[in-house]
């Protein structure tokens, strides 16, 4: 069988203050969409995975798609913090930092969902759009459970401690179908291994015990921007109750179920392309890039352009034949039209607009 050619994708690192390093990557043209760190992530597998590939693919056609793995998961390093909500909300503020973010949609996949949430709700000036998949307010081990369900909770501990990581496994293939019970037998593969790249054994279990009892609750009153909620019907990993009982709590959230079974829609379903159309629908990217292009003069389509490419000033002025102090006055008018403070702020927005 031939190697799957990787998805091109820029890849950096930033640090938390504890020193660790945080790995992130940016793909595709568009709109800002960071996709908030959840359970099960390497950035470079990600690329050639069966399962996440397609993802990268079809959203990178709407939006620059940024990702990152979480601390001591994927490509990224670990401390000694233990995974909750304050943690997790350290790894969005440093990557929106690193990234250059003045303002994002922000994409909440499963136990990625009550961070984003917590985000949104504490920085709503940093977010334009709220999306949350498969989410939840609040986990597990905050509700109600009777004595063979907590039990249950445990056994799934203990197998991770026991079997997680291991090539081939059991323990992967019984999260994977709960989590995807029509994939393909690639996509089933594909996140098996996705599973035993993403961390050890240490590190999944307290994730898995950090999911239980995350909770949102108290933060979700805080959310402004629009809220699109979307929950597989069927999905087995985390109930559709939760999804409605997730967006009856938002302000002014929409709510809307996907028809598959599959915790996460996989290519070659119909609930993909809808979750994917759905989400262009709601941020609004029909037609952006070309409104965008028509918002501005020749002139100032071809200084967007450069910044873009991350040219200096000098450079631009020796491209368009122009004085250093005629584009730095452009550039200077430019920045207050786009509402940024910098080049750094500049040139994401740029992307954003689709010049390059």
């Known amino acids: 069988m031939s190697t799957p050619v990787a998805l091109r994708q820029e890849l950096r690192f930033t640090h938390l203050p504890s020193g660790a390093r945080i790995a992130w990557a940016r793909s595709g043209r568009g709109p800002a969409l960071l996709r908030a760190g959840h359970w099960m992530t390497h950035l470079e597998y990600d690329t050639v995975s069966a399962m996440f590939r397609p993802w990268l693919e079809r959203l990178g056609r709407s939006f620059t798609v940024y990702r990152y793995d979480e601390r001591g998961c994927g490509l990224s390093g670990r401390d000694d913090v233990v995974p909750d909500l304050a943690s997790s909300l350290e790894e969005i503020t440093a990557v929106v930092a690193a990234a250059g973010l003045p303002r994002v949609a922000l994409l909440g996949i499963s136990g990625g969902a009550a961070p984003a949430i917590a985000y949104a709700a504490r920085h709503p000036e940093r977010v334009s759009h709220l999306v949350l998949l498969g989410g939840y307010s609040h986990g597990l081990l905050c509700r109600q459970l009777s004595a063979e369900q907590q039990a249950y909770l445990q056994a799934q501990a203990q197998l991770i401690e026991l079997g997680w990581g291991v090539r081939d496994a059991p323990v992967q293939q019984f999260f994977t179908s709960t989590m995807i019970p029509d994939g393909t037998p690639e996509q089933v593969a594909a996140l ?32 402004q921007c629009p809220t699109l909620v979307l929950h597989a019907e069927g999905d087995a990993a985390v109930g559709i109750e939760q999804g409605r009982e997730l967006a009856a709590a938002i302000p002014g959230a929409r709510f809307e179920s996907l028809r598959t079974r599959n915790h996460v829609p996989l290519a070659g379903e119909p609930a993909f392309e809808r979750f994917c159309e759905a989400m262009a629908e709601f941020i609004g990217t029909a037609g952006a890039t070309a409104d965008a292009g028509r918002a501005f003069t020749p002139r100032e389509r071809e200084l967007l352009a450069l910044v873009a490419r991350g040219c200096d000033n000098l450079q631009i002025a020796a491209q368009l034949g122009l004085a250093e102090k005629t584009v730095r006055n452009g550039l ?25």
């Open 192 to 223: 098996n291994e996705q599973q035993r790249r993403s961390c050890d054994a240490a590190r999944a279990v307290s994730l898995f015990r950090s999911r239980l009892t995350l909770d949102v609750r108290a933060e979700i009153g805080g959310v």
């Open 332 to 356: 200077s008018s430019l920045y207050t039209r786009l509402g940024v403070e910098g080049r750094s702020h500049a040139v994401v927005r740029a992307r954003e607009l689709g010049f390059s």
